[in-house]
């Protein structure tokens, strides 16, 4: 059997962030329940053969999943539990924004199978979480991080946000340090970039009154962020991800050695049977190009060296019949000797390629090097 992800999409939220360029909408409940009809109707109807796939993460991301009520998450999961066949202990996950949350909630999710919880955080300071548009304060997130524990949840990740406007290195050290007293399994922390077309990129005046920290402070968050979460006990498996160990997010990894995965809900994506598809927002499927050989061995290798334990040699060529020197020899050659990959010989036909910590600094650079022609 071949391990298969699911990914879920709800697409509400209480109120749009002003960072945020995901598809997500305030609405009524009677547009949620709808929603949830045919999200489930989708699942249902989805014919691919899918019998010599087991099913190994399942993550409900958004929006904001935790607003909607918790039968509703329920359902769709009964939906999914009888179209598909599952590994023994699959990873599900569902993304909560603090404030959503309550014991019956929790209890219910429990109930369902979930067995991972996302909070969205982003930051432990009140003011800097106003200027986000955030829903939520610190309060309300410790609260909701507890009732989490005391539910049975003990796999929880928290999302951070460095290089908010008004942020200072004082202000997310706190940060850091604050989620860190709080134990949780997993960090993922990213730095703040303005989208185009979010509110922020609308009101850009704003940043006059709460300025952006400088290009340098924005590193030094960077480096902070490393160091004082492997000081304590998180290791970083990805550029932006940080886990205690063997609390890495399943789903995640799988989506960056590129498992297959179905989407299900507005805007999801799949990628199954080696073609790409999405869905559109009246739930019907739009076939993309197949992609071709070319850009599947670039996705594999920039999704792959996101990782901090980098590409397999043996898992290219099972995946594409071909040696990875052959397509890359000159490129790795000149990164290796630069600084800014490194190799690890795992056997005698086996070895990782990985970004060292100078290569993670340029990612993007570095990743340039692996288009092919
Ligand atoms: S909670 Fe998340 S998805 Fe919803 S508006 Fe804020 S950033 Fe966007």
Request: proline share 3%.
């Amino acid at each position: 059997m071949k391990n298969l992800e699911i990914y879920i999409h709800i697409p509400f939220c209480i109120r749009k962030c002003n960072y945020c360029d995901f598809t997500s909408i305030v609405s009524d409940e009677t547009i949620k329940e709808r929603y949830v009809e045919k999200l489930i109707k989708s699942i249902e109807n989805f014919n691919s053969d899918v019998s010599s796939y087991s099913v190994s993460t399942i993550f409900i991301g958004g929006g904001t999943p935790s607003i909607l009520k918790p039968e509703f998450i329920s359902k769709i999961l009964k939906a999914i539990y009888s179209k598909f066949i599952f590994v023994e202990k699959p990873e599900i996950t569902i993304e909560a924004n603090p404030g959503t949350l309550n014991r019956e909630k929790l209890k219910i999710y429990r109930r369902s199978g979930i067995n991972r919880l996302s909070i969205g955080l982003q930051s432990a300071d009140d003011e800097e979480l106003s200027i986000l548009g955030r829903i939520h304060s610190y309060e309300d997130f410790l609260q909701s991080f507890n009732l989490a524990r005391e539910a049975g949840f003990n796999n929880i990740n928290i999302d951070l946000m460095s290089a908010i406007p008004n942020q200072t290195i004082k202000s997310y050290r706190n940060t850091l340090r604050k989620v860190v007293e709080l134990n949780p399994e997993h960090i993922s922390a990213y730095s703040l970039i303005i989208e185009e077309g979010t509110p922020f990129f609308k009101n850009i005046e704003l940043f006059e009154k709460y300025p952006l920290p400088s290009e340098e402070d924005e590193r030094e968050m960077y480096y902070l962020t490393r160091e004082f979460l492997s000081k304590n006990g998180y290791f970083r498996y990805e550029i932006s991800n940080y886990a205690k160990e063997g609390y890495e997010c399943k789903h995640n990894l799988g989506y960056w050695s590129m498992t297959p995965y179905l989407g299900f809900g507005v805007s999801a994506s799949s990628y199954f049977e080696g073609a790409r598809f999405k869905v559109d927002k009246n739930f019907q499927i739009i076939e993309e190009e197949k992609p071709s050989i070319k850009s599947n061995i670039e996705e594999f290798m920039f999704l792959g060296l996101r990782k901090t334990k980098g590409v397999s040699s043996k898992d290219f060529r099972n995946m594409f019949n071909q040696e990875l020197e052959f397509y890359y020899k000159d490129n790795i050659d000149k990164l290796m000797k630069e600084g800014l990959l490194e190799k690890e010989i795992v056997s005698m036909d086996e070895y990782l390629l990985s970004l060292t910590d100078k290569g993670i600094d340029v990612s993007n650079v570095v990743l340039s090097e692996f288009l092919l022609d």
